[in-house]
């Protein structure tokens, strides 16, 4: 499994983007890179995921660099409520399992 | 927007216990899967079902576990003989279809105590 790396801790103004970054450099062609966010000890939740193009959706966007080993989710407009742990995951193509790591925790403030 | 639910939000059992923790995936949805993540520590994988049978599971879910799909809504994790090591937040998710190009959605969990 391709294996993610993201930077432990970061803070973002609110109002302001909110730009993470994961390194996949491992990545293989075939994996999709998703995003996740867990609030509290809630249930992980969907964010977005790219295979090589840039992905936008009402959330949020993700950039994916042209030679997929790392990746930026962009929180354009962030809100309090944006205050989680994001996750990084490589979606390898020969299992269902989704490998969660540490994550970023992301905290925004007034 | 359709949502994964999971039944009881916190259950409390002694050790030796047996527990059913129960989840209502999304009503189109094919695939199910368990996680679980004890406190402070990683998201897991468990175990991942479709079609009434494990597709795959994970060194966690060993022979004290199991899953079922008792009717056309609910997917149940039991645990038989519950330990102290597996107080855990559970979380069921679903996705349509299986592959990497599916997305998971995961319900908002069962924080299980065992004393």
């Known amino acids: 499994d391709a294996k993610t790396t993201q930077p432990t801790s970061m803070d973002c103004a609110e109002g302001r983007a909110a730009n993470l970054p994961c390194n996949h450099s491992t990545i293989s062609g075939n994996e999709y890179v998703y995003w996740y966010r867990q609030i509290h000890s809630q249930g992980p939740q969907y964010i977005i995921h790219?295979?090589?193009n840039n992905e936008t959706n009402e959330m949020a966007s993700l950039i994916i660099t042209e030679d997929r080993k790392s990746s930026t989710l962009i929180l354009p407009h962030a809100t309090l409520r944006d205050t989680a742990v994001y996750y990084c995951i490589v979606r390898a193509y020969n299992t269902d399992k989704l490998i969660f790591g540490t994550g970023t925790r992301l905290q925004v403030f007034p | 927007e359709p949502e994964v639910t999971q039944t009881p939000s916190h259950q409390v059992t002694q050790m030796g216990q047996e527990v059913i923790l129960r989840c209502v995936p999304i009503s189109n949805h094919l695939y199910f899967y368990w996680y679980r993540q004890i406190l402070g520590q990683k998201v897991e994988f468990l175990v991942s079902?479709?079609?009434?049978?494990?597709?795959?599971k994970s060194e966690i879910f060993d022979d004290q576990f199991s899953v079922e799909r008792p009717d056309g809504s609910n997917f149940t994790l039991k645990i038989r003989s519950t330990k102290l090591e597996d107080s855990a937040m559970y979380f069921c998710a679903s996705s349509g279809s299986s592959g990497y190009q599916e997305t998971q959605y995961f319900g908002p969990g069962t924080r299980l105590l065992v004393l």
């Open positions: 790219g295979l090589k």
């Open positions: 079902f479709y079609n009434n049978e494990i597709s795959e």
